[in-house]
């Protein structure tokens, strides 16, 4: 079997000059951990997590900082099994994939490669609400803001983590945070 037939073929980019503190917000947002970085549609390097946390300001530095440019990646055209060789040589998990013309085209993971695709997690639905009156003198609440955490743990890690962003954003705090989890097909 082929590389091509495993990559997942939308992948989270960003160009060298993404400031990295976007890059962490992106990271945090989609639970990712690692962002191929692209000239226009050829790979050019990629950035972790880790990278950032070892080299990266996220305050001012951009991507081209920090990101690892001796990329470990595979061709499209290869064996699945070379691939898997690649990943066990390098110790890393998922590998950019290019075309003979160094585009990326795609990622592929062992996890898939192996079969072992964890389940996706059910979003939790973050709602910020203001409590305001009404004309009439009744209290009610008027939804804010709404974020969908994925990856959490349960619904009030969920909240957790949706409250520290919102603080880290805005700098304050709701009147009110209510969590539900969102129904299958979201």
Known sequence: MQVSEF???KVETAGPETPLR???HRMRELAIGFIPIVEGDRLVGVITDRDIALRGNPETAPARDSMSMEVICCFQDESVEQARQLMAEHNVSRLPVIDRDHHLVGIIRLADIEGQVKPVK???KVTFHKDMIDSSGHPHKVPVKTVYI???KDKEAAQAAAVRQWEEEKGGVADSVEAEEEPDGR
């Open 7 to 9: 990559l997942v073929g």
């Open 22 to 24: 976007e890059l962490v």
């Open 122 to 124: 059910k979003a939790v």
């Open 150 to 152: 994925t990856g959490a």
